[in-house]
């Protein structure tokens, strides 16, 4: 029997800080026997105030988090964190630079993505990055492209993600591998939420699998899903056909070797979205149910999204057994709509109509709302962009004890961070709003002494077209 201790250390300059959390000592005895590393095991968490036996299946969702939020679980608020970071870097990742050749595409090569943006300790590793296309005229303002229309990088083709699985070490530690789908949300500011005003369609009429032909989506969230450019080598397959492809192929490998598994999968704004409409659909198509080998658990950590679907959309992830858990500020406008007027809510009130019909829009799981004007370090006045800013929101979730505790920084995130791309903290902590930037822009001084953005090379590396077709044609897909 082996034990470990994690000592949690807060940042030297917040040490002072009236509302750091500095009294209450908190424990993580991680305990597994060797002999039984595929067990489920637990995690104890001992303090002065709380005494209380974690199940990593907990974290998980299986009974909706139920005591978990309200006070808030240590080990659940370390997941979240970390899943949220994963969405955060895929905006620090995607190239939106619209003088850059490659704007569109990752700046990044996925076999060193976390070492590159300083994430060396994340414990997953890039297994496949995701791409859509914009093939629709619903979806005008989701993408971004190139001043340079003859560039390398097709205009019509974005990098939405990164599917990534733990490594050894963290699946011994989560006592399962744990399969991440991490989606990227939109970096045109709000203006992406008129879009959300347009209509609802059924999931079948893309092709999705669908017991109910009154099962309906936002029409913009399942083009980015299903669209495909055949004539770009990046969309030559939909976001769905790579996740699904490459869920296959990953769980095959996995399954063979008798591992338990379990499928996470994240995202913020535009991604939650996705991310709710792709666990749908890799739990209706069958994916979580591999042979020989038991249901894995699919969840999703939906950071500040909007309302993916109608009604019959929510009962249906719920039948799935799909374990949704959605944090945003409640300040904030995006996890409003679309719906406004026909929601949850309203459809609560009068089920017989929600049921009839199909125009309600329905949030999906359990909400954790969380409050920006409850932390001392935050302005007290916001814009809308900055109210939806996923720093913002992690380091709500760092300082979130329940609903009616006093807000104490528990992991002593760095503060700075929220003001990484935002104008958020206020100005006496002297952090620079949108202080993270590339040096010099990007541009490297060339042989010839002459300021250019470099060529990018590898950036096919990842490419498995083969390997994806032969998954698809499994699937019967294609």
Known sequence: MAAFKLNLSLNHHLQNHPFINTKTKIDFSWQFNKTLINQPFTITCTSKHMEKMVSLREIQGP??????????????????????????????????????????SCKVPPKSFFQDLGMDSSGYEITSYIYSSNTSNLIPKFFIKSLKSDGPWNSRVNWMGYVAVSNDETAT???????????????????????????????????????????????????????????????KFSAREQILAEVRRVTKIYGERGEKMSITITGHSLGSALAILSAYDIAESGLDKPEKTERIPISVMSFSGPRVGNTKFKKRVQELGIKVLRVFNIHDRVPNVPG???????????????????????????????????????????????????????????????????????????????????????????????WSQVENKGLRKNSKGEWKLPERKGIEDHLRHLQVERHLRKLRLI
């Open 340 to 434: 406004v007027l026909f929601n949850e809510c309203t459809s609560a009130l009068v089920p017989w109509v929600a049921d009839w019909t199909s125009f309600f829009y329905s949030h999906v799981g359990e909400e954790l709302g969380l409050d920006h004007t409850k932390s001392s370090f935050v302005k007290e006045r916001l814009d809308m962009v900055s109210m939806h800013n996923m720093e913002l929101l992690l380091h709500l979730l760092d300082g979130y004890d329940g609903k009616d505790s006093e807000f104490r920084v528990a992991r002593g995130r760095d503060i700075a961070l929220v003001n990484k791309d935002g104008d958020i903290l206020k100005h006496e902590y002297l952090i620079p709003p949108h």
């Open 63 to 104: 009974d909706n988090w139920s005591g978990m939020l309200d006070p808030m679980d240590p080990v659940l608020r370390n997941d979240l964190i970390r899943y949220g970071e994963m969405a955060q870097a895929c905006y620090e990742a995607f190239d939106k630079d619209p003088y850059s050749k490659y704007c569109g």
């Open 173 to 235: 530690r989560l006592g399962r591998r744990d399969i991440a789908i991490v989606w990227r949300g939109t970096v045109t500011k709000l203006e992406w939420m008129e879009d959300l005003m347009n209509f609802l369609k059924p999931v079948s009429a893309q092709n999705l699998a669908s017991r109910d032909p009154n099962i309906k989506v936002m029409a913009g969230f399942l083009h980015i899903y299903t669209d495909k450019d055949q004539s770009c080598m990046y969309s």
